[in-house]
C-alpha cells in the first residue's frame, strides 16, 4: 500500500527566464492564469479530504514547475506561508520545491528554513558542460556542485533529477552525470528520457534533422544503466520516466504531441522490467545442465511481480522461447525485497 502522497502545486514556468531546448512551458503559461497563494490554500483543502483514513506515512506539498526559488523573494515567502501553516497544524508533514542550481543561495535557503522547508529538488539534467551548453540550460556544472553542497550544508533534503538523450549526450556522459550524482549523496532521483514536445526549441531541431531522440530501446538502455549505478547507492529513484499527466497540453485537448519514440507510458516498468530479466537470466544460467526438461521458479515480491513478468510479459516470453529445457512459473514470495528476484528449482 502506498504510504506517501503528494499535493502537487503547479506554477508553471514562473520564476524561470531560461529556454532550454525541452521545454514548452513558457507556450502553456502564456494561456494560464496566475496561482496565487490563495490557490494554494485552495488545493490543499481539496487534496486533503481524499488523503485521510489511508495510513499514508507522509503528506507532501510540492512546488512544482518553473524554478520555485526563482521567485521573488517575497512571493516565494507568500507561497510557503501557506504550507507551512499546514504543516505546523500537523495536516502535512513536508515542504517540497522543485528549482534549478543557479537559483540556490544563502539568502535563498535561509528563507526555506525559515519555513521549515524539507526538500530541494534541483534540476540537474547532466554533469556535462557541453551537454548543458547545447541543452540551453544556461548554467554550468560548477553551479550544480556548489548548489548540492549548499543544500546539504543546510541540512536539506537533496533531490536531483536527470535527462537522458539531450543534444550532445552519449551512453558515457550519462554514466558520468549518474556516478557524479553519486557523489553528491542526495536522497531521491528521477531519471527522464529526453521528450520531444511541440513549440519547443527541441522540435525545429527535429524537424530540420539537427535532433535524433532515442528510440524507445537506446532510452531503455542507457536508463537501465543509470538506474543500477543509482539504486547500487541507495538513492530512492522516485521517478523514471514522464507520466502522460506530465505533458502539459497547449492545444487545450489534454496532451501535447510528442515526437520521436522515447515517449513510454510504462517507461518505468520497461527500465525495471529489464534489469529483472538481466538478473534472472544471470542466475539461470547458473544452473547446472542435463537433458530432462526442469521445473524452475522464479519468485520475486508482489510489488516487483510486474516487472518479473515484464511490459506486456515480456519477459516471460523471452524466458520461454531462450530457454525451453525449463518449465518456468512464477511466484510471489513477500520476503523478497523490492527489485530482488530469486530462481529456484521446483
Known amino acids: 500500500m502506498k504510504k506517501h502522497a503528494i499535493i502537487p502545486i503547479f506554477i508553471p514556468h514562473r520564476g524561470c527566464p531560461n529556454d532550454c531546448v525541452f521545454c514548452n512551458q513558457k507556450a502553456i503559461t502564456a494561456r494560464q492564469p496566475d496561482v496565487t497563494p490563495s490557490d494554494v490554500r485552495g488545493i490543499i483543502e481539496t487534496y486533503l479530504p481524499t488523503l485521510s483514513g489511508r495510513g499514508l506515512e507522509t503528506i507532501e506539498v510540492a512546488f512544482f514547475g518553473g524554478s520555485f526559488t526563482g521567485l521573488p523573494i517575497e512571493e516565494q515567502s507568500a507561497f510557503l506561508s501557506v504550507a507551512h501553516e499546514y504543516k505546523t497544524k500537523g495536516l502535512i508533514d513536508k515542504i517540497h520545491m522543485s528549482t534549478r542550481p543557479d537559483y540556490i543561495d544563502?539568502?535563498?535557503?535561509?528563507n526555506l528554513r525559515r519555513f521549515d522547508a524539507d526538500t530541494i529538488e534541483l534540476g540537474v539534467q547532466?554533469?556535462?558542460?557541453?551537454?548543458?551548453?547545447?541543452?540551453?540550460?544556461?548554467?554550468?556544472?560548477?553551479?550544480?556542485y556548489k548548489a548540492c553542497s549548499l543544500i546539504r550544508e543546510?541540512?536539506?533534503?537533496?533531490g536531483i533529477q536527470l535527462m537522458i538523450g539531450l543534444p550532445g549526450d552519449s551512453l558515457e556522459k550519462c554514466l558520468y552525470s549518474a556516478r557524479e550524482t553519486v557523489r553528491m549523496k542526495p536522497s531521491i532521483a528521477r531519471l527522464y528520457p529526453t521528450i520531444v514536445l511541440e513549440d519547443t526549441a527541441l522540435f525545429e531541431m527535429y524537424r530540420a534533422g539537427v535532433y535524433h531522440p532515442l528510440t524507445t530501446e537506446e532510452a531503455?538502455?542507457?536508463?537501465?544503466?543509470?538506474y543500477r549505478i543509482l539504486a547500487a547507492a541507495g538513492i530512492n529513484?522516485?521517478?523514471?520516466?514522464?507520466?502522460?499527466?506530465?505533458?502539459?497540453?497547449?492545444?487545450?485537448?489534454?496532451?501535447?504531441?510528442t515526437w520521436g519514440h522515447t515517449y513510454h507510458p510504462a517507461f518505468?516498468?520497461?527500465?525495471?522490467?529489464?534489469?529483472?530479466?538481466?538478473?534472472?537470466?544471470?542466475?539461470?544460467?547458473?544452473?547446472p545442465g542435463g537433458n530432462e526438461k526442469r521445473r524452475i521458479t522464479?519468485?520475486?515480491?508482489g510489488v516487483s511481480f510486474s516487472n518479473m513478468v515484464g511490459n506486456s510479459a515480456r519477459n516471460r516470453r523471452y524466458f520461454e522461447e531462450k530457454y525451453p529445457q525449463f518449465s518456468m512459473r512464477f511466484a510471489v514470495d513477500e520476503s523478497l525485497p523490492d527489485m530482488a528476484f530469486r530462481v529456484s528449482e521446483s
Do not use: C, P, W
Open 106 to 110: 544563502e539568502e535563498i535557503l535561509d
Open 126 to 144: 547532466s554533469f556535462d558542460d557541453g551537454v548543458l551548453t547545447a541543452a540551453g540550460r544556461g548554467h554550468t556544472a560548477e553551479d550544480v
Open 154 to 158: 543546510y541540512g536539506f533534503e537533496l
Open 220 to 226: 531503455v538502455a542507457i536508463t537501465k544503466e543509470m
Open 237 to 257: 529513484i522516485i521517478r523514471v520516466g514522464l507520466k502522460s499527466t506530465d505533458l502539459i497540453s497547449g492545444s487545450g485537448e489534454g496532451s501535447d504531441h
Open 268 to 287: 518505468r516498468q520497461l527500465v525495471e522490467g529489464e534489469i529483472a530479466r538481466e538478473d534472472i537470466e544471470a542466475q539461470l544460467k547458473r544452473l
Open 298 to 301: 522464479v519468485s520475486s515480491n
